[in-house]
């Protein structure tokens, strides 16, 4: 196990979720968003000196999404309630990171959590909202508002287990959403697939033992950060794959990994929504991954993943960054991802179309799995069909919130990629 090379009172409540709707022009000119982006410039205000895991990160994917996609909807992030944190972490777990919360912002100075992973004055906001977002886009996946979503947020949270922060991940966020999805949306099976560089130690130690959960990674393996992930690393109900690299892994071995292994695994496994650790750190110029992709292998393998989700659970993904630390290499990548996310959410708008036009046919049971009438499904597919007065509701929140988009673009106009990340940590996320 590669060792981590040093790095950089509890509340009584986070802040209640604002939920605050704020939209880009797609959704403002009455067009349902069929695949959101999610992001709070809040996320940015964590920021350690001279880390990897820094602003500038998220900042640059927006700015690549936003000149890609000039009109893609666009929501805040939420906060995320304890009552949420506590579908996956422990109580333990969430007072001790808000106590070190409350203990930075009283004296100003960084707080560790383990060698490298430290907060600091602003880091409270970033770490609820980028779980908040997550939380948030499932809920609207959950709805039938948006097909897919994708949450570009920071800190990430794939290293985060129940009961430990770790990796530059505070709490994870892809874990709490997969636990709100089952205990609290109605989705009998969730699955996660994490590409990240780094195997998903957080995520496979909350969800190894839940029978109705599913986890698969690829990850540079074999003694690399976190030292987990091994093939025989199963899950207790054979849920879980593991499939570790050697370093200078490229393309063709990733490929073949998912299409010979984990899509067969997740397809048969049948989930009900699923989520994707995006990290984009196995590109080949990232300066902390060990791997060779390219942009190109993060869109093939968010469209293989989106036909998975297309055949069995109405095309329903959320996806949420986790690492990835060049920025050019993380923005190309991220703009693959999201092409990929986009073009499977129009598909699926257009077959739920020809469903709802040819409803005899969708009586018949040929209409393919958006005639599935389990609880999230048939929200989803009637959802899908025509506008709703969530949809309505949604319009009028995005009309009251401009002003919030407005400040959304200036924050992100304002801030500059900065190449300040470099240097000391080892580990990441
Ligand atoms: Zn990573």
């Known amino acids: ?44 205000g964590h920021q350690i000196p001279r880390h990897f895991e820094c602003p500038a990160r998220s900042h640059s994917i927006m700015k690549a999404l936003s000149d890609n996609f000039p009109s893609m909807p666009r929501q805040l992030a939420p906060n995320i309630t304890r009552e949420e944190l506590s579908l996956f972490h422990t109580e333990r777990l969430i007072g001790k990171v808000f106590a070190r919360c409350a203990a930075s912002e009283q004296s100003g100075n960084l707080v560790s959590l383990d060698v490298d992973t430290a907060i600091m004055p602003r880091s409270r906001e970033a770490i609820t909202r980028a779980a908040g977002a997550v939380a948030h886009a499932t809920k609207e996946v959950a709805a039938g508002r948006c097909v897919n979503a994708f949450c570009c947020v920071r800190p990430p949270g794939h290293h985060a287990t129940p009961d430990v922060s770790m990796g530059f991940c505070f709490f994870n966020n892809v874990g709490v959403a997969a636990g709100m999805a089952h205990e609290q949306l109605g989705f009998e099976r969730v699955a996660v697939v994490d590409f990240d560089v780094h195997h998903g130690n957080g995520t496979q130690a909350g969800l190894e033992k839940l029978p109705y959960a599913f986890f698969a990674s690829t990850h540079v393996g074999y ?58 750190d196995a590109h080949e110029d990232d300066p902390l991954g060990e791997m060779e992709l390219t942009a190109d292998d993060f869109g093939w393998v968010t469209r293989e993943i989106c036909a998975v989700a297309a055949d069995v659970c109405n095309g329903r993904v959320v996806s949420a960054l986790e690492g990835g630390y060049n920025f050019e290499a993380i923005s190309k990548s991220a703009v693959a991802h999201v092409q990929a996310l986009r073009d499977a959410a129009a598909a699926q708008r257009g077959r739920a179309a020809a469903a709802a036009a040819a409803p005899a046919a969708a009586e018949e049971g040929v209409a393919g799995p958006a005639a599935v009438g389990e609880g999230p499904e048939a929200a989803a597919t009637d959802e899908t069909a025509q506008p709703t007065l969530a949809d309505a509701a949604i319009a009028a929140a995005a009309v009251e919130t401009a002003a919030e988009v407005a400040e959304l673009e200036e924050a992100i106009a304002k801030l500059e990629v900065t190449e300040d990340a470099a240097l000391t940590p080892t580990a990441q996320s």
């Open 223 to 280: 003694g690399f950060y976190p030292g987990t992930g091994e093939a025989h690393e199963r899950g207790k109900f054979k849920n879980v794959i593991n499939m570790p690299f050697l370093e200078g892994t490229g393309s063709g071995d990733f490929r073949a990994a998912y299409a010979d292994v984990i899509l067969p695994a997740l397809r048969e496994f049948d989930p009900d929504i699923v989520f994707i650790s995006a990290g984009f």
């Open 1 to 44: 196990m590669a060792s981590l090379a040093a790095a950089a009172a509890e509340v009584a409540a986070v802040a209640s979720p604002t939920n605050q709707l704020s939209t880009g022009q797609g959704q403002l000119n009455g067009e349902e968003p069929a695949t959101l982006v999610i992001h709070h410039s809040a996320c940015e």
